[in-house]
């Protein structure tokens, strides 16, 4: 029984399942900082979200003009961690589908068929 437990709990990750959702969903953080990727709500005190993408705003020479934002995959940094990461839920403001024609889910439906 425990065998068949823990193989159930492997599989379904503790996620509650979600239907009529998006493919890609913004997750907006108390800090300040969006995430979008494939959120799952899990059983406990954390969010998963897999296939991580973040917004990084670089400052051109001149400081008067707006900085050049980029979308950036997780996973390319110094450290190079997974592309999933779990998130407290009390960090959490809202979280947003993204529909089919937003710029951010095209972008990551091209990059992930790559």
Not at 23 to 50: C, H, M, P, S, W
Not at 103 to 110: D, L, N, S
Request: aromatic share 18%; net charge neutral; charged share 20%.
């Amino acid at each position: 029984m425990f065998f068949l437990a823990f193989f159930f709990t492997q599989w379904w990750d503790f996620t509650v399942p979600a239907f009529g959702r998006a493919q890609y969903q913004a997750v907006f953080l108390a800090n300040g900082q969006t995430y979008f990727g494939r959120y799952y709500d899990r059983l406990g005190a954390y969010a998963k979200i897999e296939d991580v993408y973040y917004l990084q705003q670089i400052q051109g020479s001149d400081a008067n003009a707006a900085p050049d934002t980029r979308i950036l995959r997780r996973g390319q940094e110094l450290h190079e961690p997974s592309s999933r990461m779990l998130i407290p839920k009390s960090a959490i403001l809202f979280v947003e589908d993204l529909t089919d024609s937003s710029p951010t889910a095209q972008f990551m439906q091209k990059d992930a068929s790559r």
